[in-house]
């Protein structure tokens, strides 16, 4: 149960001990229904619906837990709809479904008020990584050249070493989850000069991969469970190779967490997903086939703003 | 020397009309290149996959072969449900504006409403069904929530080919009716609706391809979500009950659309498959419309 | 008119019926219009955004706190001309060769082909967009079109689909034009084409202008379609065609994905919103506007 711990921690970090309070009466109601939801899975009585929105880049791992679970749960129907971040966590808070995805923490997007009332599952780890077009002949790239492109400071692939070109930067829509991990994580606070224009801003990763693998001397950044060498490739950063050790490890610092909001007086059935998701049967199989690293193996933590500590 | 200069015009002239019959010709020639190679193109890449075994018959979570039944189910039956709810009122509306209507600030200013809404961009209705549909009226993301909000933008389609269909009827064949102590509303359900019903159907036919294919509106209204169907359910309430209109929907365009953002391996292939089929449903559609037009006509003037 | 009580009922049925039908349409319409503003204005009267900084400012990054909506309204507006002048010549070249030069095969063959047009939905040509058009942007122009997106992409995916639009209303337009002042201007000896020009165009001038209006609104409108095709770069103003850019439509699908409910970035989506119905009011108005001088010349 690390999730868990890894959860209240944070929410205590950020709140203090007024709504760890709350948190730990909703920990134990969770803790309880793991026992439940590890036998949900192997088939249970639990019936009723579920509806869940928001984040894109964890779509895939939660419908493939999803069916497994409707799988096992005949009478439980999940509905998992995708929209954004944002989307997701106006959704928990207006009380339009029981589950809001989000790849940021609530406090970035949310007043402290609303916050309070939500409850915060980290499912798993996503990590993000550099990506560029085949034709780029780098492999290797500093935290600061990163920083300079994406910045517009650094227009051509010879600043970087690499042969001469055109540098054609393709970032997320503002808003966008990925583009804040990752500029939490390469820009360190350094605003973006309105002067400086990409030449395209997607919604989405599908978008993005396309449009990298198509564009030559294009750079932008995904998600570890998008890569896919035939069609573009991805650079180490600061000479760290985008891998689920070095995140795990702390020495990748490009990463995130997914989250699956609920309120705190969620249903029977939507905390026996939650803990579905949580349960090594998950973790240990659909996260990582799904691309995405498990809370178990961490060995560091980030809180709301971003400090990152040992676990 | 006068005669000279015309016949340097005449021929100038003939000349003139010759190059632009010409210039005429090649832009219709282009916009036909043009519709074959769109048609083509799709139907080329999408084929394989839309014929593919299990694609029209597999749920799209299938392991092996992800298919489109649910979203095909869903596309029909969100049709379905807006036509139920947009027909009857434009038809009641395009009565009323041909045969009630008193020439009164009253009328012109529902009319404008219909224009209004004719030219609202479709992510305006979507946005506003979000708002009313959904929360305001707490039927959340819903099939009937992207049902109104179709119906929203094919009132105003429907209400103005009803009502040029009913213009259309000779005005001798009303005059009489109204003149045989006829009511308007008995000549109107008796005389006017008879004989434009060829026009009107193939009117409806036409507007359900249009809605067949949108998918802005309905993204913030029924959702993105991959319906999961259990077609031997019988409790209406339950969100697996294919009938149940309360349960969100991914229709073919909005599915489209979420794979376009969605990069998983074999998702492009998918997307053109569901285009193709989308395509051809559209083209039924537009056949349909017309053989049915040309056979209730037939049948009523034989009559 | 009848006079026995049962018919008046009847009567009276029809009327309220068909009344009710039309007041729930105009009621739905009012509905709608007093929503949007009610959000939309909200930026301004609730969050304190300025509403001139919000017409007139060059950066929307609302992250920032920063909502200049002009990229937008730019990238709107150019993407709708460009895509009217490309479409207009094709258009208008196919309804006089449809109405003046073969009218058989122009009725029966082409005009319901070029129908079928308007019914291949905005995602299709979106998907097409994105790999044909955009591809071919990124062959011609070399590095300097990026990825291919930009506002020519967005505008010849437009094109297309207003194509049927105007054609078909052009042809309407041209085929209302009386035959007796083609047979005068033919009876003058006029070729063909000196009718064309010289005659049918003319006065049918209001009617065609009404077509290209009616196919920019949809352009206006155009939402997904463009989003995948544009590059959707809203934080400041594009300076040429082949730069990214976004549309008031593709801002607020994207946007509306990541903001939360009751945010200044809602708020400022919704006022977008407003803008565009404000924008579909005014195309309306011009259409009328034009009705009336139509009118009155031929009066």
Redesign the interface.
């Known amino acids: 149960m690390q999730g868990f711990d890894i959860s209240r921690r944070s929410f205590i970090g950020a709140f203090g001990a007024a709504a760890a309070a709350g948190l730990g009466l909703a920990g134990c109601g969770g803790q309880q229904a793991a026992t439940e939801g590890g036998s949900a899975a192997a088939g249970s009585t639990l019936s009723g619906?579920i509806?869940c929105?928001g984040a894109?880049s964890f779509?895939?791992l939660v419908?493939a837990a999803a069916?497994e679970f409707?799988d096992a749960n005949p009478d439980v129907?999940?509905?998992?709809?995708?929209?954004?971040?944002?989307?997701g966590?106006?959704d928990i808070?207006?009380g339009?479904v029981q589950i809001g995805r989000s790849d940021v923490f609530a406090e970035t997007?949310?007043d402290a008020a609303d916050v309070e009332k939500l409850v915060d599952n980290q499912v798993a780890i996503v990590g993000m990584g550099p990506i560029v077009n085949p034709s780029v002949d780098i492999d290797d790239i500093s935290t600061e050249q990163l920083k300079g492109i994406f910045t517009g400071e650094i227009t051509d692939w010879s600043e970087v070493g690499g042969s001469a070109?055109?540098i054609?930067v393709?970032n997320r829509?503002?808003?966008?989850g990925t583009r804040a991990t990752f500029e939490d994580a390469v820009l360190a606070g350094a605003?973006?000069p309105?002067?400086f224009?990409?030449?395209?801003?997607?919604?989405?990763?599908?978008?993005v991969?396309?449009?990298v693998s198509?564009?030559?001397?294009?750079i932008s950044y995904v998600a570890f469970n998008?890569f896919?060498d035939s069609k573009f490739k991805a650079l180490s950063v600061d000479g760290v190779e985008p891998t689920q050790e070095n995140v795990e490890s702390g020495d990748f610092n490009i990463w995130s967490y997914e989250h699956m909001y609920t309120t705190s007086d969620a249903d029977e059935v939507t905390k026996a997903f939650i803990e579905y998701m949580l349960s090594d049967d998950v973790q240990a199989n659909l996260v990582p086939e799904e691309g995405f690293i498990p809370l178990t193996d961490m060995q560091v933590k980030k809180d709301a703003e971003g400090n990152v500590t040992a676990a | 020397m006068a005669n000279r200069n015309l016949d340097a015009h005449v021929k100038r002239i003939g000349l003139q009309n010759k190059i632009a019959t010409g210039i005429l010709t090649c832009i219709v020639g282009f916009v036909l290149v043009l519709l074959a190679a769109i048609v083509v193109y799709i139907l080329v890449q999408g084929a394989g996959k839309a014929l593919s075994p299990g694609f029209l018959t597999n749920p799209s979570t299938d392991d092996v072969a992800p298919g489109i039944l649910y979203q095909l189910f869903d596309s029909f039956y969100m049709l379905l449900i807006t036509l139920v709810i947009s027909v009857p009122i434009s038809l009641g509306a395009a009565i009323f504006l041909v045969e009630y209507a008193p020439d009164n600030w009253i009328t012109s200013a529902a009319s404008t409403a219909i224009e209004t809404l004719s030219s609202l961009p479709s992510i305006v209705v979507g946005m506003f069904g979000s708002l009313f549909f959904v929360v305001t009226l707490g039927w959340g993301i819903s099939i009937i929530a992207g049902a109104l909000a179709l119906t929203m933008f094919n009132i105003p389609i429907l209400v103005r080919t009803i009502q040029q269909a009913l213009e259309d009827v000779p005005r001798s064949q009303h005059d009489a009716a109204l003149a045989m102590g006829l009511t308007r509303w008995e000549t109107t359900v008796n005389v006017m609706l008879p004989a434009a019903m060829p026009a009107i159907v193939t009117g409806i036919v036409i507007s359900a391809g249009r809605v067949f294919g949108e998918a802005a509106a309905l993204i913030f209204t029924s959702g993105s979500a991959a319906a999961r169907l259990n077609f031997a359910s019988t409790n209406l309430a339950s969100p697996t009950n294919p009938f149940n209109i309360f349960r969100p929907a991914e229709t073919l365009a909005v599915h489209i659309w979420k794979l376009k953002m969605e990069p998983t391996p074999g998702n492009d292939e998918i997307v053109w498959g569901t285009a193709a089929v989308l395509l051809v449903c559209v083209l039924l559609f537009n056949v349909l419309a017309r053989v049915l037009g040309k056979f209730l006509a037939r049948r009523l003037t034989a009559e | 008119m009848a006079k026995l009580m049962p018919k008046r009922s009847l009567e009276n049925v029809g009327l309220t019926v068909t009344g009710l039908c039309i007041a729930l349409v105009a009621l739905v319409v009012v509905t709608l219009i007093v929503m949007v503003a009610q959000q939309g204005l909200a930026t301004f009267l609730q969050d304190g955004v300025d509403f001139w900084s919000f017409i007139s400012g060059g950066n929307w990054i609302p992250e920032d706190g920063r909502f200049g909506a002009l990229p937008l309204i730019v990238g709107s507006f150019s993407v709708t001309l460009l895509s009217t002048v490309f479409a207009l010549p094709v258009a208008l070249g196919s309804a006089i060769f449809v109405v003046e030069v073969a009218p058989g095969f122009g009725r029966r063959v082409f005009q319901p082909l070029v129908e079928l047009l308007v019914g291949i939905p905005s995602v299709v040509y979106g998907v097409l967009g994105l790999s044909v058009v955009n591809a071919a942007m990124r062959a011609i122009f070399g590095e300097a079109a990026g990825t291919g997106a930009g506002i020519l992409s967005g505008a010849i995916v437009l094109a297309v689909m207003i194509l049927p639009t105007v054609t078909t209303l052009s042809i309407d337009a041209l085929d209302a034009v009386p035959n007796e002042y083609r047979e005068g201007s033919y009876a003058l000896g006029c070729t063909r084409w000196q009718t064309v020009w010289h005659v049918v165009l003319k006065s049918a001038l209001p009617s065609l202008m009404t077509a290209v209006i009616l196919g920019m609104t949809r352009a206006f409108g155009e939402t997904l379609a463009v989003q995948m095709v544009i590059g959707g770069v809203e934080r400041s103003m594009p300076t040429g065609l082949l730069d990214p850019a976004a549309t008031l439509t593709t801002a607020l699908t994207s946007g509306l994905s990541n903001a939360t409910t009751g945010s200044v970035q809602y708020h400022a989506l919704w006022s977008l919103g407003l803008l565009l119905l404000a924008m579909s009011l005014v195309f309306i108005a011009v259409i009328h506007l034009i009705g009336k001088k139509g009118a009155k010349k031929r009066g």
């Open positions: 619906s509806s929105s894109t779509q895939p419908e069916n409707m129907s999940i509905s998992i709809s995708a929209g954004g971040s944002g989307q966590l106006s808070k207006d339009k997007k949310l070109g055109t054609q393709i829509k503002a808003g966008s605003t973006v309105d002067t224009k990409p030449v395209a801003e997607e919604d989405s990763s599908g978008t991969v396309d449009k198509q564009t030559e001397g294009a998008y896919d």
